[in-house]
């Protein structure tokens, strides 16, 4: 069975804390991807990537960066962590070009900022 | 610009009853369609797709859609609903040429009353 695990369920940090989401994938999928969620919103993509060490912006990277050292491992980095990113936060990957670009998605991480 | 719109934020519903939620998108030659369906505090999961072939697409869990490449439509269907189908539905669109990333809408959220 395909599987996306995120390292936290739940996670509480302060203001100008450094923060780091983990993603690993068992599917050997080329791409990963980082989306924030907030309610009225929808996901907002806030990084992908499409190989190791590759990456690209999403729609909202401001405030983030990503790290993809390993084709299973995409983490994510709130350098600076601040109230305003208090949000769920949802990872997910698929394989290039296959099934129509289906994503699978780990169970999320819902992040407050104190 | 490639877009999804969802066109009802909420949807009530007493149990038993049919639904239907609706998708549409912004046109295209091609296109993949896909249906998610996320529980509270999960993360999402697949409820179906369409990729080629029948215009109307089974499901997990009783729903099906159907794609109308005229309307550009892919609306949501189920003929009796249950509590436990309360949830947040999402409609997702993968254009060819993009060989990445899916198009989301906003979201439906489903209210299933007794």
């Known amino acids: 069975d395909v599987k996306v695990t995120q390292s936290s369920r739940y996670l509480v940090k302060r203001t100008g804390e450094k923060v780091f989401l983990e993603c690993v994938q068992d599917?050997?999928?080329?791409?990963m991807f980082w989306y924030r969620q907030d309610p009225g919103l929808g996901l907002r993509l806030i990084y992908f990537?499409?190989?190791?060490?590759?990456?690209e912006k999403g729609d909202i990277p401001e405030g983030y960066s990503v790290s993809r050292e390993k084709k299973e491992r995409f983490s994510l980095i709130l350098e600076s962590a601040s109230t305003n990113q208090t949000s769920m936060y949802l990872c997910?990957?698929?394989?290039?070009?296959?099934?129509?670009?289906?994503?699978?998605f780990g169970p999320g991480t819902r992040l407050t900022v104190l | 610009a490639q877009s999804v719109t969802q066109l009802d934020s909420q949807v009530p519903v007493f149990e038993e009853a049919p639904v239907e939620l609706r998708c549409n998108y912004s046109?295209?030659?091609?296109?993949?369609l896909f249906w998610y369906v996320q529980y509270p505090n999960q993360g999402l999961q697949l409820l179906l797709k369409?990729?080629?072939?029948s215009t109307l697409v089974k499901g997990i869990n009783g729903f099906e859609a159907e794609f109308n490449k005229s309307q550009t439509s892919f609306h949501l269907r189920k003929p009796s609903v249950h509590i436990s189908d309360t949830a947040e539905y999402f409609c997702?669109?993968?254009?060819?040429?993009?060989?990445?990333?899916?198009?989301w809408g906003l979201g439906t959220s489903l209210a299933v009353n007794p």
């Open positions: 997702a669109v993968s254009y060819a040429g993009n060989n990445r990333k899916l198009i």
């Open positions: 046109s295209s030659v091609s296109v993949y």
């Open positions: 369409y990729l080629s072939g």
């Open positions: 599917m050997d999928h080329e791409n």
């Open positions: 990537s499409y190989d190791v060490k590759m990456k």
């Open positions: 997910a990957s698929s394989a290039y070009g296959g099934q129509g670009n289906e994503q699978f």
